[in-house]
Every structure is written in C-alpha cells, then in structure tokens.
C-alpha cells in the first residue's frame, strides 16, 4: 500500500512539472538528427554496413564436412581438434586411448631400471593366460623376496642376541640382492 | 447433457459390461470403450464371461512387459527439397547486392602470389564468391539473377564442389613446387555402400534417418526387444536386462528416461490360464523405453529370448515388418526423420 501512494505522489510531482516547463526559445538548437518528412526527391539508398561473407567448407577431423557463411576468404577449413577426436567427447573410442606403444624398447629399460611407480595409470591387470603366467611368476618371485627378508631379519636377531657373548660370527654375505 | 444422452450412455454401459469399471470416471471409460470397440470388444466380453462363469471376483490380469526402443540418431542433416535450394541460392545472390564489396587488400597482401591468384579468379567467375556461378552485382545485368532451367548451380554438392576445386588451384598456384598436384579428399558421399547394397543389419544405411533395432522371434513375427519385468525389478532394469540379453553387451548404449514413452496391449483370442499360479492371463502390455545406440552393433549369437534375426529399420520400414495393431501402438512415439 505504501509503495502504491509514493509512486501515485511522485507520479503527481512530474505532471505538476511539465506544466511549468516554458516553451522553447527559437533560438536554441534543434534536435540533430534529420528526418525528412517533406521533401520528396530522390536519396541514395546505402548499403547497409555488412561484411562481405563467403561460403567456407569445414572439414572435422575425422572427415565429417559442413559448409557455413564467414568473412574469411579461406574456401575450406581443416581443423585439427575438435568434438570428434577428443576423448572427453568420445570415451568409449579405442582409437583415442592412451595407448602406448613403444618401438625402441626405451619405455621397457626405464621401467627394467626404475620400476612402475612412475606409470601415469596402475598397470591394468593381465587377463590373457599368458599374462596369468606372468602373475604366477611375479607372485612366485615376491614370496621369495619375502622368505629372503625374513631370512635376513633372523640373521640380523643373531646378530643382536650374538653381541657380546662370543666373538662375533663373520659377516654373511646376503643371500640376496635386492 | 440431457437425460435422454445419459440414458443412452447408461445403456451402452449395460451392453458392455466388461468395459465398465466403478473405479474409472465416466469419460475415460467411454475412451475406453470407443478404442476397443473396433478391435478387441469381442475377446473382451468372451474373457469377462468365462471369468465370470469360473471366478467372478478375479479378473484376468495382464503381464508386464518392458520393450526397448533403440535408436541410433541421424548422422548427417537431411536432403534439402528443391524449393529450398533454390532459395538460399536466390538468398546468396541477393546478398551479393545487398552486402558491402570485399574488401581484399585486407585479406591479401599486393604482389602477393595470392593477390595474383586472386586477381585471376576475381576476373574468370566476377565475383568475390565461389559458390553462385557467374554473377556480378555491379554491372548493369545484376537483375539477371535467376537460374535458368537445369541449372546445377543451386545443388549443394555442386557447391561444395566449386569450393574444393578453387582450393586446390589456390594450393597448385602458389605452391614453389610445380610438379606436384594438390589433391584435396573429398568428402563422404551421403550415399553409402551399405545403401546401395540395402544392407539392413547395418548401422551406416540411412544416415540421414533414425534407425531402429527390430528382432525377430523364433516363431517369426518381428517386434522391439521386449521381456516380461520381473519382480522387484523397476521397468528401467527390466529394459536394462532384456537389452542386454536379446542383443548382447557389445553396445554402448544409453537410456533416455525413467519412463515409457510408449506401450501396446497384446489381446490374444482366448485368455489362458498360467500353469503354476492358476491365474488368468488376459494378455500381456509392453512398455517401451528410449535408448540410443553410440557405439557397437547387436549380436543375437548369445541372446536367451529365442530371437533368431535383427534389423535396423526406418520408420516407414517399420510399418512393412510389425503387425498392423502393434505398429499403430507405436507409431506415434517414433520420430518423423
């Protein structure tokens, strides 16, 4: 309600207003833009202040084409990356997974040297019987890595519960290398 | 309105009893009664007087079935009709006139190869355009603007065409090297091999129309993957399910909603009775959901629903393969192109 009344209030203040305006001067300058509404002669129709467009082909990557109107003058554009050869647009695409294939045998030594932890992506599990092998093997080659810690660990309690009692046992050698 | 339409409305009731359904509001019984008027009302009474003569309280009940609508989408826009070619060729030549000169010294550097090349163009097709044949805006024949009858100015391949051939001189005549050509692929053609063979199982037939997966039955007849929905299962599931067991896994597929977009009642002749439970079937209703192919192609090798052939199929191919009734059903849950 109270809005109502302030705008109505407002509403009468400006009608009051204009009524006193004073009509103007002659002499004051008229508004800039020229509206012809009585001449009658001939103007020069322009031409409205568009650009020159041609029809541009365009060519996806993976061979797909459409035309469309452009100013540029190129009659056919080849893009490189788009929608159609992104992975974020075509997920189950085997053609864009991060395969990779290594030719020299340089990825194999650096991983023979340094391991897998530098991997991007944990090595997926090996599902061929073939790679079953593998695992049986990498599993066989743990363990025994296992029974060789635990060897050295009781070597080394000897060693502790040895000291002091007896001269001490020569050094073994370490059955195995890491 | 009047009592007599009420009393015409009431005897209608008293001759199909089986229709009436304390539970369902009078105009939607009367939809009822009027669509199974011309197809089912016979089965109708005949089911609704052995029930009645064996188990009054009992009706026969439906199963539910969940149908899957797979569709693989449009892969190129639609041909244009006659009529709109010649418009937007009309429209090109109009902008001609209509659009401001191009401006090439913007574009292309003087003494340029490309300038020259450019030059010789301009003065061979007079127009900065490639793509409306001979037509110049500026001199005193720019009324001239019509095409004469037969005239392949206006097909879009013709066009496209056009366009790619001014590339390759443009590559042929800048290029140092002279020996060699610029050869520029073309695109696809919109017509494939699989539509000259009218190879139906294949997903590149028709690219420019929605295709459906259709599956025949061991017994013969043609219809959309459909099983019965099992209990504690949602219709989604059930989709889900008879997708995957009628066309394989080998797809990669997405359902478009929860709900169906469509279902058709299948009233066999006679009601029979299920074996274990002793219930009266009446027939059964499959709801269809919506899914898109993405990727993959169905395999009935592997499938348990006794299907022994698929086809992907227009709409209009549709109508020649399912039965009239069912087709009917479905039809309006198709998209036209």
């Known amino acids: 309600m109270s809005m109502h009344t302030s705008l109505r209030r407002t509403a009468a203040t400006i009608t009051n207003s204009t009524t006193t305006i004073l009509p103007r001067l002659p002499t004051q300058p008229t508004a800039t833009t020229f509206i012809c509404s009585q001449c009658r002669h001939a103007t020069l129709l322009r031409r409205p202040k568009r650009p020159y467009t041609f029809t541009q082909l365009i060519t996806l990557s993976d061979g797909s084409t459409f035309t469309h109107r452009t100013t540029s003058p190129a009659p056919i554009y080849r893009s490189t990356r788009d929608t159609r050869n992104s992975l974020l647009w075509n997920p189950s695409s085997s053609k864009l997974m991060n395969v990779e294939d290594d030719e020299a045998g340089r990825l194999a030594a650096f991983r023979a040297r340094f391991g897998r932890g530098y991997d991007v992506n944990t090595p997926a599990e090996p599902v061929d019987p073939k790679d079953a092998a593998a695992v049986k093997e990498k599993e066989a080659a743990a363990k025994a890595q296992a029974d060789a810690e635990q060897e050295e660990e009781d070597n080394l309690l000897d060693l502790i519960s040895s000291f002091g009692q007896n001269e001490a046992p020569p050094p073994e050698k370490k059955p195995f290398k890491k | 309105m009047s009592s007599g339409s009420n009393g015409a409305r009431r005897m209608v009731s008293l001759l199909r009893p089986s229709i009436v359904d304390p539970g369902v509001c009078r105009s939607c019984q009367e939809t009822l009664g009027r669509r ?120 879009p391949e013709h066009q496209v065409e056009m366009l790619l051939q001014d590339a390759e001189s443009t590559a042929n005549a800048t290029s140092q090297d002279t020996s060699k050509k610029e050869e520029i692929p073309r695109p696809f053609p919109r017509v494939t091999e699989a539509d000259k063979k009218n190879d139906q199982k294949s997903l590149d037939r028709l690219l420019s129309r929605t295709l459906y997966l259709l599956v025949q039955s061991k017994e013969g007849h043609w219809k959309f993957p459909s099983s019965p929905v099992e209990s504690g299962e949602t219709l989604r599931l059930a989709a889900e399910r008879t997708l995957a067991q009628s066309a394989g896994v080998n797809m990669n597929t997405w359902m478009v909603g929860y709900h169906p977009v469509g279902w058709h009642a299948y009233n066999p002749p006679r009601a029979k009775s299920d074996k274990q439970t002793e219930v009266e079937v009446a027939g059964s209703k499959i709801f269809f959901l919506k899914s898109r192919i993405m990727a993959g192609q169905a395999d009935l090798s592997v499938n348990t629903q006794n299907l022994k052939d698929f086809k992907w199929l227009s709409k209009e191919e549709l109508s020649k393969y399912l039965n009239t009734q069912y087709y009917s059903n479905i039809k309006n849950m198709l998209a036209d192109r």
């Open chain 2, 36 to 155: 199974s008027y011309a197809s089912a009302a016979p089965a109708a009474t005949e089911t609704t007087s052995t029930s009645a003569s064996t188990t009054p309280v009992v009706k026969p009940a439906y199963t539910i079935n969940a149908g899957v609508v797979l569709s693989r989408p449009p892969q190129i826009t639609r041909d244009l009709e006659p009529f709109e070619k010649s418009y937007y060729f009309y429209q090109k030549r109009l902008n001609e006139r209509l659009a401001l000169p191009f401006t090439k010294y913007f574009y292309f550097k003087r003494g340029t190869p490309a300038d020259e090349d450019w030059k010789k163009k301009i003065l061979e097709r007079r127009t900065a355009a490639r793509d409306i044949g001979k037509y110049n805006a500026y001199d005193s024949e720019a009324w001239n603007d019509e095409l004469l009858l037969g005239a392949k100015e206006s097909e």
